[in-house]
């Protein structure tokens, strides 16, 4: 029997719009994520089963277009042109059906099968309105299929609808935006040029003559190559030339209002006002959300509560991770006899990740809390809300989700999210300041000092006084980069508001999972490697002691004659002036490698240290009791985690999205340091002054 030739299909849509909860509706378990390849855009497939047949199932990138303006845009619509998908499952939310519908014009002219996925359908009603799906199906040719996916409804419609359509039960119409006459016309004079030459057939023609009146980058790249481009663009320039003076205004200006005009015709067909119309709910909200007055201390109460929730919630699941590691520690030491065994697995194994993976509890409460105030809505608020602030400071409110994205969980994805962006001195401003966020990678440092040295009562306070002093140095940091280094005006800050929904357990505990198991794997990868090289580091050379020294001072003396200990000691200088001492800059300079490290290296330099391995005792206790800590020296120190240069892995991005560039690169490692001594110092040396103790 032949193999079944492989269906593949793509979900398209933009942000906000339920694309993600239909992708895991459809998919479940049986998904993973990468890269597209040479881009960072990110990457989400699955397969699904129907009938026994497995259809594979793409996630592509959300985007308000296929214009050629953001890596999103071009990796989705490159997708559908070269890999032609079976079909595009275009997600659209179905309470915001106009802006929506500005893809499907796009998506439409790519000659490849599309099925609209009428998402969120139930708050189409509270806005007061009525769609006619059927008659919308009509003027679209397209298999329409209203659905709620959060509550799984109509999913079983559009798997159907899916498979009817990959297997050839039901037909699409090609139905699209009508350009007129000027237009309609130029295009076929370049449409029967290109049609000469074979090497464009992956290309929809009446798309790529639509792009090149556009004068978009990659259809006019795509021409270059051809023998006969000099005639192909001398044409495309008369073309643009007779409809500027035809239209007097830009190709691209009359092609995109015809596009409108094509969604506005669509929307009077389909869309009725219900004879009980209201104010959406979401209006009446944002009403005090959005204050000019209230806004703002609203937002600081969200980030407060948030802090409040993780480490209240958290404290009793991290005291037992803590005895469980504690336990395990003791448990081998009893097992295995003294040596470089028990060494290796107690202090470098144990002692180094499980630093870290005692936090693991307060990491998950974080991203749980951080979640809901995204699905619900409330996150793109705050953009909002910070907007005002932040164009004081040389900035605008969509630099913030990159900060926001850092927060929910690592400075890597907040880099990337600057591809929004549309100017590159933004961008570059953006990614420099984003690493100052409070990460995942981060939380446990702060975790760990400030419960060996504050009162637990304190624990959110001290986390939420943090988190304020890394918005206000981020955006002190920016207001110096674009008054000195990115000289220039700030672009106008223009983002959809999706409508308030209350977010399910399911989405929330999927997403919580997803970034918390990237947080594992990280710990059971990059930390163990790194944690293990930390151990070998203040394990060699094995120097010999006399037998009349005590067993303490004995195993400080060999920490100090390692090889870290070494490079401890020629580093000390530099950090003595912070208040710490040459364990403390061995942590920091572990830490560039990956910001958890900085733990799991006081993890092994703590247990290396320890009399008796059998009586080992958790970090922060160890932390508590050493003379060399105190709370002011761990104030000093996390304000210089809090700034100093990113990992290596965000370091590695940000040089590939600032354009490879050596320089900014050089300069991100350069400045953060220096800023992150100078803090550091003021802190300490003024805390000194002011009798708070050294």
Known sequence: ?????????????????????????????????????????????????????????????????????????????????????????????????????????????????????????????????????????????????????????????????????????????????????????????????????????????????????????????????????????????????????????????????????????????????????????????????????????????????????????????????????????????????????????????????????????????????????????????????????????????????????STNGCAVPGIMATRTLDSRKDRLITMMVTPFMICGAKLPIFALFIGAFFPAKDGANLMFLMYGLSIVIAFSAAWVLKTWVFKGETAHFVMELPPYRIPTIQGLLLKMWERGWLYLKKAGSVILMISILIWVGFSFPRTTVSSDIPQEQAAAFRMEQSFAGRLGKIIEPAVRPLGMDWRGGVALMAGVAAKEVVVSTFGTMYSLGEVDPEEAVPLKQALLHDPAWSPLKAMAFLMFCLIYMPCFVAMAVFYRESGSSRKWTVFLIFWTTVLAWSVSFLVYQGGVLLGFGG
């Open 1 to 405: 029997m032949p193999q079944e030739r492989q269906i593949t299909i793509a979900l398209a849509g933009n942000p906000n719009c339920g694309k993600t909860t239909i992708f895991n509706a459809l998919t479940g378990s049986r998904q993973h994520v990468g890269n597209y390849p040479g881009v960072t855009v990110e990457k989400k497939e699955g397969r699904m089963v129907r009938d026994g047949r497995v259809i594979h199932v793409v996630d592509l990138p959300g985007t308000y277009s296929l214009s050629a303006y953001s890596e999103d845009e071009v990796v989705a619509r490159d997708f559908i042109i070269h890999e032609k998908p079976d079909a595009v499952v275009h997600v659209v939310d179905a309470s915001n059906l106009e802006r929506n519908l500005y893809l499907y014009t796009q998506l439409a002219e790519l000659d490849v099968p599309v099925i609209l996925a009428m998402n969120m359908s139930d708050m189409v009603a509270v806005r007061g309105q009525r769609i006619d799906y059927e008659e919308l199906a009509r003027l679209l040719g397209k298999p329409v299929i209203p659905m709620t996916a959060s509550r799984q409804e109509g999913v079983a419609d559009l798997v159907a609808a899916i498979a009817d359509l990959c297997e050839g039960r039901i037909d699409t119409e090609k139905i699209g935006v009508d350009y007129g006459e000027e237009i309609t016309a130029e295009c076929l004079q370049l449409q029967k040029m290109l049609e000469e030459t074979r090497s464009l057939k992956d290309f929809p023609l009446n798309w790529l003559t639509i792009k090149l009146l556009e004068h978009d980058p990659t259809a006019l790249e795509a021409v270059e190559r051809l023998d006969n481009s000099r005639q192909i663009l001398e044409q495309v320039e008369k073309s643009r030339d007779h409809l500027q003076q035809h239209f007097d205004d830009d190709p691209e200006v009359m092609i995109a209002d015809r596009r409108y005009g094509f969604i506005s015709g669509v929307f009077k067909q389909v869309v009725t006002q219900t004879p009980q119309q209201r104010h959406d709910l979401s209006e009446k909200i944002d009403k005090v959300i959005l204050n000019r007055f209230f806004g703002l201390p609203i937002f600081a109460l969200v980030m407060y509560g948030i802090f409040k929730f993780t480490f209240t919630f958290s404290e009793p699941l991290v005291g037992w991770f803590e005895m469980l590691f504690e336990k395990l520690a003791n448990g081998v030491s009893a097992v295995i006899p003294d040596g470089l065994l028990q060494s290796f697995l107690v202090d470098g194994v144990i002692g180094g990740v499980g630093g870290v993976l005692g936090f693991f509890p307060l990491v998950l409460f974080m991203f749980f809390a951080i979640a809901f105030f995204e699905d619900s809505g409330y996150m793109a608020r705050a953009a909002f809300v910070m907007d005002r602030i932040m164009h004081k400071f040389g900035l605008h409110g969509k630099s913030f989700l990159p900060m926001m994205i």
